[in-house]
């Protein structure tokens, strides 16, 4: 009678989480550098980079209010880990963002440096106070480019390569 109560009630509280599927994973980015796997840009990592906001607009459209982390801080938190300055063989590396659909842009590593290029592209989870719906979880935007061409949507990958060569 009591493990009857015991099981039933255990079945009651099981077969809806059950039935329900697996819980979707929380979303995250994978960072590889030289191809080879990093850290994973989960909510937690998210959370511990500086917050940033910029204001930027799609041609044509009015500016919205982008928050998220800086790229270059994800990149040099994350899969450098280094502060130094840049040069030598690192003034060739470059950074490929890649989305869910496969599109893919490059940043050289100079372009993002503040010593260099000091382009302040972010990769974004809210656009005004809102999270991301169907460009998101996380959009790559680059406040200063006329055109959204490397506004990639839902970012799955940011890498860190080397072109050095002959
Ligand atoms: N993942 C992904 N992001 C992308 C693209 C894409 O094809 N896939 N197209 C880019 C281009 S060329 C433009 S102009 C903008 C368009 O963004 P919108 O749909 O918000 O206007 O997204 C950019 N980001
Ligand atoms: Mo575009």
Request: net charge neutral; aromatic share 8%.
């Amino acid at each position: 009678m009591k493990y009857g109560l015991i099981v039933s009630l255990l079945l009651w509280v099981a077969l809806p989480v059950y039935a329900a599927g697996p819980v979707p994973m929380a979303p995250s980015i994978r960072l590889m550098l030289d191809g080879k796997p990093g850290d994973v840009l989960d909510q937690k990592l998210m959370a511990s980079l500086p917050r940033v906001t910029v204001n930027a607009a799609e041609p044509g459209e009015k500016p919205s209010t982008w928050q998220g982390v800086a790229l270059q801080d994800v990149v040099r938190r994350t899969c450098v880990a280094s502060d130094a300055a840049l040069w030598g063989r690192a003034m060739a590396r470059f950074i490929r963002v890649t989305g869910a659909d496969g599109y893919q842009v490059v940043f050289g590593a100079a372009e993002l440096d503040p010593d260099f290029g000091n382009v302040r592209a972010i990769l974004a989870d809210t656009r005004d106070g809102e999270a991301l719906t169907q460009d998101g979880p996380y959009r790559l935007i680059v406040p200063g480019d006329k055109r959204a061409g490397r506004w990639v949507s839902h970012v799955t990958s940011i890498e860190v390569m080397d072109a050095w060569g002959p």
